[in-house]
């Protein structure tokens, strides 16, 4: 066993990311066998991952969730901001200029849109909530917007841990809500067109949902969505711990 511990911890990022694959495949998995894909594997994943670092918490005593297990060491390294904003600038590496500006006025529109009302929708949950300094109302304001924006949000600005984990979750809240309600509202809001697909994922924003929810109503639409819901991200990680954040700063001052 010992042997077995030191041979964790010494391949401790092959070790993350094997971690990680298992909890993808199982959370995919769960999301096809007991939600019929209604709620997206890359949510479940995420709950799951919140589950593994509060247990890690809990069992170490430290400060650093499943990191602090010794035999997963590796997570340290796996979660740290390198591998995040690699993650962050390779989603939209792969997106064509040409096809963004197909996307006309009305896309561009839509994410600034999107972006600042969900921002502020979500500062002012967290004012109501009891918060009442700037870092922590933009940090759960930027969670609104996506679960990636919140966490990269609040490590800009200087958020605490607590903060940041209620930023992921609400940003968690919204992706399953989007993905169940999509399909539901899709006939009423016209939901039926690329134009419209773009549009929507430019005002919603969160990818897995985004791209979950136009699966459910029309398989077609996804690419469409999910890319003016990919540029949403990069969008509000840009604008929230900037701008926004000063914006709240003034505010509450």
């Known amino acids: 066993m010992e042997y077995i511990t030191t041979l964790l911890a010494k391949n401790g990022l092959v070790v993350a990311f094997l971690s990680v694959g298992l909890i993808m495949y199982s959370s995919d998995f769960l999301s096809e066998k007991l939600t019929r894909k209604k709620i997206p594997g890359s949510a479940i994943a995420i709950f799951l991952g919140l589950v593994l670092a509060y247990i890690g918490g809990v069992v170490s005593g ?7 297990i010794k035999e997963l060491s590796g997570f340290e390294l796996m ?5 995040r904003d690699f993650a962050i600038v390779s989603t939209a590496m792969g997106v064509s200029f040409v096809v963004v500006r197909k996307t006309g006025l009305a896309g561009i529109i839509s994410l600034f849109v999107g972006v600042i009302l969900t921002f502020f929708t979500g500062a002012t949950i967290a004012y109501f909530m009891g918060y009442r300094d700037a870092i922590s109302i933009t940090t759960i304001g930027a969670g609104a917007c996506t679960f990636v924006v919140g966490p990269v949000t609040g490590a800009a600005i200087g958020a605490s841990s607590d903060v940041i984990a209620i930023s992921i979750a609400t940003g968690l809240v919204k992706s399953i809500a989007i993905t169940i309600c999509t399909p539901l509202v899709a006939r009423v809001i ?9 549009v929507f994922g430019g005002l ?3 990818t897995s949902g985004v791209a979950a929810g136009l699966a459910s109503t029309d398989p077609k639409l996804v690419p469409y969505g ?13 604008l929230c711990p900037s701008i926004l954040y ?4 003034v505010i509450v001052g």
């Not at 430290?62 to 602090?68: Q, T």
């Not at 990919?230 to 840009?238: A, H, I, S």
């Not at 000063?246 to 700063?249: G, S, T």
């Open 226 to 238: 999910a890319m003016t819901a990919t540029f949403y991200t990069g969008l509000g990680c840009l």
């Open 246 to 249: 000063l914006l709240v700063k």
């Open 62 to 68: 430290g400060s650093k969730g499943i990191a602090d």
């Open 204 to 206: 919603i924003g969160t």
């Open 79 to 83: 979660g740290g901001a390198m591998f």
């Open 190 to 198: 016209g939901l039926n067109n690329p134009a419209t697909a773009m």
